[in-house]
Every structure is written in C-alpha cells, then in structure tokens.
T-cell receptor
Framework: EADIYQTPRYLVIGTGKKITLECSQT?????MYWYQQDPGMELHLIHY???????EKGDLSSESTVSRIRTEHFPLTLESARPSHTSQYLC????????????FGPGTRLTVL | AQSVSQHNHHVILSEAASLELGCNYS??????LFWYVQYPGQHLQLLLK??????LVKGIKGFEAEFIKSKFSFNLRKPSVQWSDTAEYFC???????????FGTGTRLQVFP
C-alpha cells in the first residue's frame, strides 16, 4: 500500500468558493503530480513538481495552482471554483527517474454546484 | 500529439475465461509502457511495466503483457480471470521526449462467478 494521502475524499461546494485539495506522501519522493480524470476518460496531467520550489503545468490547461514548499506536501488550489471544475483529482508521486513507478493517492472527487 | 488507445471500454467475463485487453500507442520513438489497475475503492496501482529486453512482461496476480513494437501495441493478458480481477485497467506510455505519462481511457472489467 502506497503512503500517499489525499483530503478531502469528496467535496461539494458552491460556485465562487476557494478550495485547496491536499496531497501528502511519506515516501520521500521528489516528483509529485496532479491528474484530472472525468468518468470514462483518460487521466490528464495538470501539474507536476520535481522537488521543493519546483512546479510546472501539465498537458491539460487548468485554472488551478499548486505549491511545493515541503517535499512531502503538494496542495492544489482553485481560487474560484466553477461547475466546469467538477471532476476527480488524483495525486501521485515517484522517485527520481522518469521510469519509476508512480504511486497514486485515493483521489478527491470534487463537485461544484 | 502522443496518445494511447484502449479498444475495450467495458469487458464482461465469467470466471476462468481468458482475458486480453488491447492497448495501442501512437509514439514511434523509445517508450516505456505501463499497465495500472484500480480495484473498487482502492488506489490506482502498478500492475506491470516494460522498459527494455524481453517483450513479454510478467506482472502481479498472474497478469502479463506483450510489447509488439511493429504494431505499437502492449496488450494485457491473463489466461484465467477471477472474480477479484474486477477492476478498471489503464494502459500508459512514458515518452523519453516529454518525460510524461500518457494514459488511455481505461477498460472496466467485470468478472462474474
């Protein structure tokens, strides 16, 4: 069982609210990732980080932002949630090499009303 | 743009039936290939991966996959499925050029006793 945690698991909020999705890992991995997944669709990379103070945007454009102040913590923030942000958000981490296995968290299912 | 195609969106089998899930990728360069699985209520986790060498890769729980470069394919197989194999299966490719995982849309497998 991978030691990567996401909170909350489920979140229902109204339009315009600011939210932060938490992701933490206890494996000491340098690389961390955020994916967005809609039902029946592929996972899309929206953000990634290669280490502390490193953040990059992924392949899918997203209005969210991320930060990496500590190795173990990689939160994702939406300043003003909209219904179009409704989705599942998966956090993952891996060791240094690109070919290393990515370990996934349980995901946060976000619904914006 | 690189892509991964999974031909079967939903597969229903009886226990002891043989399984083959298709996966094709579009990128023609050096690639690493993965199959991830998500059991109901659990994290997405690695099933098996191919980096180089023997194109027939053995994974956990009796799964295997064969890399056929000429066909850009990495199909997942299991000779005899069990009810506990009910899950969603995702094929993914990691390209050396982009250093990113590209996921397919997933195949939902249901196995009935």
């Amino acid at each position: 069982e991978a030691d990567i945690y996401q909170t909350p698991r489920y979140l229902v909020i109204g339009t315009g609210k600011k939210i932060t999705l938490e992701c933490s890992q206890t494996m000491g991995h340098d690389k961390m990732y955020w994916y967005q997944q809609d039902p029946g669709m592929e996972l899309h990379l929206i953000h990634y980080s290669y280490g502390v103070n490193s953040t990059e945007k992924g392949d899918l454009s997203s209005e969210s932002t991320v930060s990496r102040i500590r190795t173990e913590h990689f939160p994702l923030t939406l300043e003003s949630a909209r219904p179009s942000h409704t989705s599942q958000y998966l956090c993952a981490s891996s060791e240094e090499q690109s070919t290393d296995t990515q370990y996934f968290g349980p995901g946060t299912r976000l619904t914006v009303l | 743009a690189q892509s991964v195609s999974q031909h079967n969106h939903h597969v229903i089998l009886s226990e002891a039936a043989s399984l083959e899930l298709g996966c094709n990728y579009s990128y023609g360069g050096t690639v690493n290939l993965f199959w991830y699985v998500q059991y109901p209520g659990q994290h997405l986790q690695l099933l098996l991966k191919y980096f180089s060498g023997d194109p027939l890769v053995k994974g956990i729980k009796g799964f295997e996959a064969e890399f056929i470069k000429s066909k850009f394919s990495f199909n997942l197989r299991k000779p005899s499925v069990q009810w506990s194999d009910t899950a969603e299966y995702f094929c993914a490719v990691l390209s050396y050029n982009t250093d990113k995982l590209i996921f397919g849309t997933g195949t939902r497998l249901q196995v009935f006793p």
